[in-house]
Nanobody, 122 residues
Framework: QVQLVESGGGLVQAGGSLRLDCAASGRSLSSYRVGWFCQAPGKEREFVAVINRSGDSTYYSDSVKGRFTISRDNARNTVYLQMNSLRPEDSAVYYC???????????????WGQGTQVTVSS
């Protein structure tokens, strides 16, 4: 069983940066693809980025491509989301989760963390 804990969220001005961490315990993350998702109030959970097991393949939503970078350190059992050039519309709760398939649908992911709030002021 993998438990995930997100951290690193906060309040930042538009144009600023944050780095989110997704730390795993219980089992090694290296066996799983890991995704980041976001959910704003009143909206469905949306795909942000996913990374493969070794970290050499990534995929992003169009809305964050070129601004966000997903990476992982399997030795630290942690996945990161570097968020640059943040916009007010990026404000949401951000979650990480694991999957054994190369998918962007939330239904294909599990072991969701509790989320970390990101708020971008204009």
């Amino acid at each position: 069983q993998v438990q995930l804990v997100e951290s690193g969220g906060g309040l930042v001005q538009a144009g600023g940066s944050l780095r989110l961490d997704c730390a795993a315990s219980g089992r090694s993350l290296s066996s799983y693809r890991v995704g980041w998702f976001c959910q704003a109030p009143g909206k469905e959970r949306e795909f942000v980025a996913v990374i493969n097991r070794s970290g050499d393949s990534t995929y992003y939503s169009d809305s964050v491509k070129g601004r966000f970078t997903i990476s992982r350190d399997n030795a630290r059992n942690t996945v990161y989301l570097q968020m640059n050039s943040l916009r007010p519309e990026d404000s949401a709760v951000y979650y990480c989760a694991i999957s054994r398939s190369w998918s962007t649908g939330p239904a294909e992911f599990g072991s969701w963390g509790q989320g970390t709030q990101v708020t971008v002021s204009s």
